[in-house]
């Protein structure tokens, strides 16, 4: 309750709110300096396809807390997007993603992997975003289609009209263009063949209620069959067990991601993968 309690003063918080806003206030500071204290890492978790072969990784930030230790993103990506931290973090995770593909564009067993960075909203919607990916492939000399940019359906949703100039302007650079946690947000499926997606990735929501014959499974196959029509590659998240494989094989699904093949790890563990 907002009471005047005193002259210029205005109570809006009891002790405990008080001490959640001063946590967070210190959080964003770190955060602030976490880039340049060279706290941000990147993880790596392996895609395979059907017959288990590595096709690439997606690439997954994580925040390297001098005292919190390991923090994961859903810890500090909310409170980076609010804040506008998350220009900086997102540059510096494709600027990191594509340093990497850099190192593996020349070697014959890397050159044909994908690596998928997840972009937000913010950092999607800012003019100078196309110009930033361009230069920073050509910075590195990649083929574009090495990375592969991955967007939900709320964020290409808020200004359908901006978001389809832009995602055709970086499909004629040439990077992949995938649609992270399909199915979870309010979408409609028109939208599916207005904006240039190459991937669909099923929301793992729907892998993890799979069954025999349940409306989840009923919806996966669906899913995989439209994407498929509409020549797009599809991929499934979140895959756990060997029965969830097993039946996204069945309905025709192409890649999948998930605990099953790995979690996801360091840059040295997922090398080793391919040697
Ligand atoms: P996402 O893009 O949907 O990434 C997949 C998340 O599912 C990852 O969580 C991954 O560790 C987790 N996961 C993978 N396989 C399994 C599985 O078999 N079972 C279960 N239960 N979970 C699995 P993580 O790394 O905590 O990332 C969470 C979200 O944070 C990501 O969801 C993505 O939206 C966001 N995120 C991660 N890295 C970045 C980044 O660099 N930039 C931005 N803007 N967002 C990021
Ligand atoms: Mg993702
Ligand atoms: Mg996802
Ligand atoms: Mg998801």
Redesign the pocket.
Same mark, same amino acid.
């Given at each position: 309750e907002a009471k005047k309690s005193g002259k210029n003063t205005y109570r809006f918080f009891n002790p405990e709110m008080q001490r959640t806003l001063e946590k967070r206030i210190e959080i964003e500071r770190e955060l602030r300096l976490a880039i340049a204290h060279g706290q941000l890492r990147?993880i790596y978790?392996p895609q395979v396809d059907n017959e288990g072969r590595l096709i690439g990784a997606?690439?997954?930030?994580r925040w390297q807390h001098p005292r919190l230790g390991t923090v994961?993103?859903?810890h500090f990506?909310p409170l980076a997007e609010e804040t506008g931290l998350?220009l900086d973090?997102?540059k510096w995770?494709l600027e990191e993603a594509c340093r990497q593909l850099d190192t593996w564009k020349d070697d014959p067993r890397f050159s044909k992997l994908t690596l998928a960075?997840? *972009?937000?909203a913010k950092?999607f919607y800012q003019p100078s975003f196309v110009d930033e990916v361009v230069a920073v492939l050509e910075k590195y000399r990649l083929p574009p289609a090495m990375l592969k940019l991955?967007f939900?359906e709320s964020m290409v949703l808020e200004d359908t009209y901006e978001a389809i100039g832009k995602m055709l302007a970086l499909k004629e650079v040439g990077v992949g263009l995938s649609m992270?946690?399909f199915g979870t947000g309010y979408s409609s499926l028109s939208y599916l063949t207005r904006l240039p997606f190459d991937q669909l990735k099923i929301?793992?929501s729907f892998i993890?209620d799979m069954r025999e014959s349940s409306d989840s499974a009923l919806i996966v196959h669906t899913v995989i069959a439209l994407g498929s029509r509409l020549g797009m590659n599809v991929i499934a998240?979140? *895959?756990?067990r060997d029965d969830q494989y097993a039946l996204l094989k069945s309905f025709g699904c192409h890649n999948y991601?998930?605990?099953?093949f790995s979690?996801?790890i360091d840059i040295r563990q997922f090398e080793t993968l391919l040697t």
């Open positions: 990147l978790q997606e690439a997954l930030v994961l993103p859903g990506i998350i973090i997102g995770v960075v997840n *972009v937000s950092q991955e939900t992270d946690d929301d793992r993890q998240e979140g *895959v756990e991601q998930g605990y099953l979690a996801p």
